[in-house]
């Protein structure tokens, strides 16, 4: 089954304790993609990858990190998390840019 | 700027038809969407429409495209309770970027 799957799908943690969401596709997309859905203010874009290794920031980078050392993963780092990252967050995957985005069931992050 | 708006919320009866609106600022999108999100969950791609076509019809939905007025719509016929959920339309400013709107919350009452 084509998928996104996301882990975990829930973690609270405190502030400045490094934390990893993994993303993983098996549809063999090139394009890779972070978002945060915060509620009033719709999903906003925290990262992309076009491809292996090629990686750019989206609207709301501040604060995160991500890897793409291959294709199929694409992990959203934080270093050192905050309250205000407290969010929930879906990672997205495409065939090509432009193409439509098939989405994860989101991993719901809280930050105390 | 990159503003996508909806309505916030949309109330209709079970077996009416749904009409969910929205405004996008680039014109130069190249594909717009649909998205539906169910409580708890994902967003699963409904629909979407490349930019040089009026209108797509998928079964029971619509996707009526005014470029003129930067305007897209979704009509979903016969509602059903099932289609109670969050839908966002979102555009492509840049080919490796998705705009969201803030998401309509459809009610659909028995």
């Known amino acids: 089954e084509a998928q996104v799957t996301q882990n975990p799908r829930y973690l609270i943690t405190v502030t400045g304790k490094k934390l990893t969401v993994t993303c993983s596709q098996n549809?063999?997309?090139?394009?890779m993609s972070w978002y945060r859905q915060d509620p009033g203010l719709g999903l906003r874009q925290i990262y992309y990858?076009?491809?292996?290794?090629?990686?750019d920031k989206g609207d709301v980078p501040e604060g995160y990190k991500v890897s793409r050392k291959e294709k199929r993963n694409f992990p959203l780092i934080l270093e050192s998390p905050s309250p205000n990252q407290t969010s929930l967050y879906f990672c997205?995957?495409?065939?090509?840019?432009?193409?439509?985005?098939?989405f994860g069931d989101g991993t719901r992050l809280s930050i105390l | 700027g990159e503003d996508v708006e909806q309505s916030l919320f949309l109330s209709v009866r079970e077996g009416d038809s749904s009409v969910i609106n929205c405004t996008y600022t680039d014109s130069s999108s190249t594909y717009l969407y649909w998205y539906k999100q169910e409580p708890g969950a994902g967003l699963q791609l409904l629909t979407y429409?490349?930019?040089?076509?009026d209108m797509k019809q998928d079964q029971r939905l619509t996707v009526l495209l005014n470029k003129k007025d930067k305007h897209l719509s979704l009509r979903i016929a016969d509602t059903q309770t099932g289609d109670s959920a969050i839908y966002f339309c979102?555009?492509?400013?840049?080919?490796?970027?998705?705009?969201f709107g803030t998401g309509t919350r459809l009610q659909v009452t028995l």
């Open positions: 990858s076009m491809n292996v290794e090629v990686t």
């Open positions: 429409i490349f930019s040089n076509m």
């Open positions: 549809m063999n997309h090139e394009y």
């Open positions: 979102a555009e492509t400013p840049t080919a490796s970027k998705l705009t």
């Open positions: 997205a995957s495409s065939a090509g840019t432009g193409q439509p985005q098939h």
